[in-house]
């Protein structure tokens, strides 16, 4: 019997050592192992499958609205307007956002990046572009809504077509300039050969002083100046709303630039519901990213950012006639059967 015993606790040792070997070659898992300098794999959860099949759907929606908005303004002439060109511009902007959901996916859920370093690099100097120049096109719309409403007169003289889209170029460039700068000056691409930084991670190394004045440049100042602008266009509509009011109860004749005037004041509106939406998506993550709080609670603020560049099309179809009627021909492909109107 003592034998037995004595056999018997052999084996459960053995056991017990082999289940303990086994969880140690789990925990030493390596995203690259046969690269020396390899990052610690880590464990994968169940909640990252959730998160690849929303941000697949969110690509896929972000994609497919934003496309019809592309084709709309691009496709009939009578949408080519100053305040359409720059609506197109933020179109092709979310589009592209759209269609880098799926990597973004990958890098919050895997705990290992696959795709390289110079990959790396160049994805988040996309990302980066397209974040910031997303904002850049929300200024020209307030520009554009703020001589709309504030100086009407003027309007057609100081906005047209062609200063409209040298705006657009102008805008995109020197945002590409300023990111390009902002990325070498931090350095960024000269950690893609530090010996510090394991092999298998995308991460952008930043200082918090960097990290604030990013912030400064890129979200606060331009939000503070769109947020100057909408504040004079609602007085100047609440008080030009308040005369077309008066006339009309006083039976008088409403001119037709009374009417034009209100005209612009509910595109003013519906421009302003899309970069209050911007603001409500961005302003928590900006917030978090300052405070030391869960990767997770980043995680899900960030696709909450991305979620944004599907919401605008949205706004277009719940205030915007054309846009409906556009999607209409789109989508039962009269589009073919019609000439360029």
Request: glycine share 4%.
């Amino acid at each position: 019997m003592k034998g037995q015993k004595g056999e018997q606790n052999k084996l459960l040792t053995g056991r017990e050592s082999l289940m303990a070997y086994e969880t140690e070659d789990q925990e030493t898992q390596y995203c690259f192992p046969d690269i020396n300098s390899s990052c610690v794999k880590g464990k994968r959860y169940r909640h990252g499958y959730i998160t690849y099949l929303f941000v697949s759907l969110l690509s896929a929606w972000t994609v497919f609205l934003n496309l019809l908005v592309i084709i709309s303004i691009s496709h009939f002439k009578k949408l080519h307007t100053p305040t359409n060109m720059i609506i197109l511009s933020l179109a092709v902007n979310d589009l592209f956002i759209g269609l880098v959901m799926p990597v973004e996916a990958i890098r919050l859920t895997e705990t290992c990046w696959y795709f390289g370093d110079i990959f790396c690099a160049l994805y988040i100097l996309f990302i980066s572009f397209l974040v910031s120049a997303s904002l850049s096109n929300l200024v020209l719309i307030s520009v554009d809504r703020y001589v709309a409403v504030c100086h009407p007169l003027q309007y057609p003289l100081k906005i047209t077509i062609t200063k409209t889209l040298m705006s657009i170029c102008l805008n995109w460039v020197c945002f590409s300039a300023y990111i390009i700068a902002f990325v070498i000056n931090n350095g960024y691409f000269d950690s893609l050969h530090r010996t510090d930084v394991c092999y298998g991670q995308c991460l952008v190394m930043m200082s918090f002083s960097w990290i604030v004045t990013d912030l400064f440049v890129s979200f606060i100042f331009p939000c503070v100046l769109i947020i100057s602008l909408y504040l004079r266009i609602f007085y100047v509509v609440h008080q030009q709303v308040k005369v077309i009011n008066s006339l009309m109860k006083g039976g008088k004749r409403v001119m037709k630039s009374s009417v034009k005037r209100k005209s612009e004041s509910k595109a003013a509106l519906t421009l302003g519901i899309i970069v209050s939406v911007y603001m409500l998506c961005w302003i928590p993550y900006c917030i978090c990213s300052l405070t030391v709080i869960s990767s997770t609670t980043i995680n899900v603020l960030l696709l909450l950012v991305y979620a944004n560049s599907g919401l605008n099309p949205l706004v277009y179809a719940l205030f915007y006639p054309w846009f409906k009627k556009t999607a209409k021909l789109i989508l039962t492909l009269k589009i073919f059967t019609l000439r360029p109107l």
